[in-house]
């Protein structure tokens, strides 16, 4: 679990907008709509690096951004 108040913090690093927490079948993940990246978390902790995060094809931006609202448009 993700504690709260790292949740308002978090940004993606590519953009520096705001990250969705979704759940996937690997668990959970940060994911950006926008560029359709996802970012792993391990043991609890985001790995927010550019390099280790992974592309999403259309089909999985579906599923993930179907499981939340519309993304926040800071």
Request: some cysteine.
């Amino acid at each position: 679990m993700i504690d709260e108040a790292l949740l308002a913090i978090l940004v993606c690093p590519a953009d520096r907008g705001p990250l969705l927490l979704v759940d996937t079948d690997d668990g959970q993940v940060f994911y950006n709509p926008r560029l359709r990246r996802a970012y792993r978390i391990d043991d609890g902790i985001p790995v927010l690096l550019v390099d280790e995060a992974r592309s999403v094809d259309d089909d999985e931006h579906a599923r993930l951004t179907a499981q939340t609202g519309p993304a926040d448009p800071r």
